[in-house]
């Protein structure tokens, strides 16, 4: 297995890349201080890329789609010291795989990287509503959901997932207009204005 760690902080890169030995048998790491270095290493195929939201050459979320968007066949988490939930929504709304706060201890890392590269998409938020769910909250609605059709209820689990409208599409044999018309209509329904919204609101309901 290839793992590319991007950090600037050499002392943290150093580490993390020690504690890569205990992810995987045989995993081999390559490292990047900068977004420059990150993208002259990404010729080559990895799977995984592990890299801090706030770095040299980095201009926000926009950089941070850029390189999501280079690399669709592998998983991108972000490990960072900011906590921030606007960052947190901000990530994975474009297109991470994961967010993980650098105050995680490292057995708790390994284990969220492991899910990752199962597949599974892992937001702090959520894990916390999975952890203690709300079932009184009043931002929910669970007569809203009785609103939503079969085929927007399989939209929205393939948001839950983390896919992008076009996995959705392919998924579901749709266009991609026809998957974003359903998640405008999961917006309206549910009163959220973000994916990750969506699927938090279905997770506190456990229709998902």
Request: hydrophobic fraction near 45%; aromatic fraction near 4%.
């Given at each position: ?95 991470v795989r994961g967010f993980i706060p650098k105050s ?80 405008a209509k999961l917006f309206s329904v549910l009163k ?17």
């Amino acid at each position: 297995m290839r793992v590319l760690l991007a950090d600037d902080h050499q002392l943290f890169l150093d580490g993390i890349t020690m504690l890569m030995a205990d992810l995987v048998e045989n995993v081999r790491v390559s490292t990047a201080g900068s977004l420059e270095e990150l993208k002259s290493q990404l010729v080559e195929p990895f799977d995984l890329l592990v890299m801090d939201l706030r770095m040299p050459g980095m201009k926000g979320m926009r950089s941070l789609t850029g390189v999501v968007h280079r690399v669709p066949e592998t998983p991108v988490v972000v490990i960072s010291a900011t906590e921030s939930q606007a960052d947190v929504n901000a990530c994975m709304e474009a297109g991470v795989r994961g967010f993980i706060p650098k105050s995680t201890p490292a057995p708790e890392m390994l284990a969220i990287l492991r899910r990752v590269l199962a597949g599974e998409l892992y937001h702090p938020a959520l894990e916390a509503t999975a952890q203690h769910p709300s079932w009184e909250s009043d931002d929910v609605d669970r007569a809203a959901f009785s609103e939503l059709s079969g085929r927007q209820m399989q939209v929205l689990a393939e948001m839950a997932k983390g896919s992008t409208n076009k996995e959705i599409a392919a998924v579901l044999n749709i266009s991609e207009h026809t998957v974003k018309t359903h998640i405008a209509k999961l917006f309206s329904v549910l009163k959220v204005n973000s994916r990750v919204e969506c699927a938090q609101q279905a997770r506190l309901m456990g229709v998902i």
